[in-house]
Nanobody, 112 residues
C-alpha cells in the first residue's frame, strides 16, 4: 500500500529551526519527484521546494532560498525539509506531494 506521512512540525520562535520528514512506505521514494508545499490561512498552496526523480537539481521558492534545504535518505525512504532562520511568514501547514498524492500535512507555527 502506497503511503507517506509527514511529521516534524511544531511551534518555534523566529530564527529557530525545524526539520520536516516525509516518510514513505509501499514505494521507493527516490524513484519519484517529491515536493514540499505549504498553505497559510486565506492563501493558495505554494510550492516550497522540489526534488526531481532523477538528475536535475532541487528548486526552491525565492522566499526560502538559503534557509531551507530539501534532502533525501534513501535508506530510510524519507525526504526531509530542513528549515533554518524561520520567520513568522513561514507559518503554514506543510504538505509532502508525490505520485500525484498529498500527505496529511504538518503544522509549522513561527511565533515569539
Amino acid at each position: 500500500q502506497v503511503q507517506f506521512v509527514e511529521s516534524g512540525g511544531g511551534l518555534v520562535q523566529p530564527g529557530g529551526s525545524l526539520r520536516l520528514s516525509c516518510a514513505a512506505s509501499g514505494f521507493t521514494i527516490s524513484s519519484y519527484a517529491v515536493s514540499w508545499y505549504r498553505q497559510s490561512p486565506g492563501k493558495e498552496r505554494e510550492l516550497v521546494a522540489a526534488f526531481p526523480s532523477t538528475g536535475g537539481s532541487t528548486t526552491y521558492v525565492d522566499s526560502v532560498k538559503g534557509r531551507f534545504t530539501i534532502s533525501r535518505d534513501n535508506a530510510k525512504n524519507t525526504v526531509y525539509l530542513q528549515m533554518n532562520s524561520l520567520k513568522t511568514e513561514d507559518t503554514a501547514v506543510y504538505f509532502c506531494y508525490t505520485l500525484g498524492r498529498w500527505g496529511q500535512g504538518t503544522q509549522v507555527t513561527v511565533s515569539s
